[in-house]
Nanobody, 122 residues
């Protein structure tokens, strides 16, 4: 079992930045690929980014490419999402997830956090 707890959400103005964190406990964190997803009000949950086990490989949704950066610290059992140049359309609940293999699909995830709310005002 892996427990995931997100933090760092909040209210920010358009153009601003936030850094989300996801702390993991339980089975070896470094054995999992880590993803971030988000769900905007009234919309389906969507993929944001993933990072491979070593941290040297990343992949992003087109909507966030160039603005968001995913990273991980295996010594701290934590994955991060640095979000810059935020837009009102980035407003959503952000979830981290752990997977046994590389995947950008919800059904590819093994464990989920409960999410943290990011609100971007215009």
């Amino acid at each position: 079992q892996v427990q995931l707890v997100e933090s760092g959400g909040g209210l920010v103005q358009a153009g601003g930045s936030l850094r989300l964190s996801c702390a993991a406990s339980g089975r070896a964190f470094s054995s999992y690929v880590m993803d971030w997803f988000r769900q905007a009000p009234g919309k389906e949950r969507e993929f944001v980014a993933y990072i491979n086990r070593s941290g040297r490989g990343t992949y992003y949704a087109d909507s966030v490419k160039g603005r968001f950066t995913i990273s991980r610290d295996n010594a701290k059992n934590t994955v991060y999402l640095q979000m810059n140049s935020l837009k009102p359309e980035d407003t959503a609940v952000y979830y981290c997830a752990a997977a046994d293999r590389l995947s950008a699909r919800e059904n590819g995830m093994n464990y989920w956090g409960k999410g943290t709310l990011v609100t971007v005002s215009s």
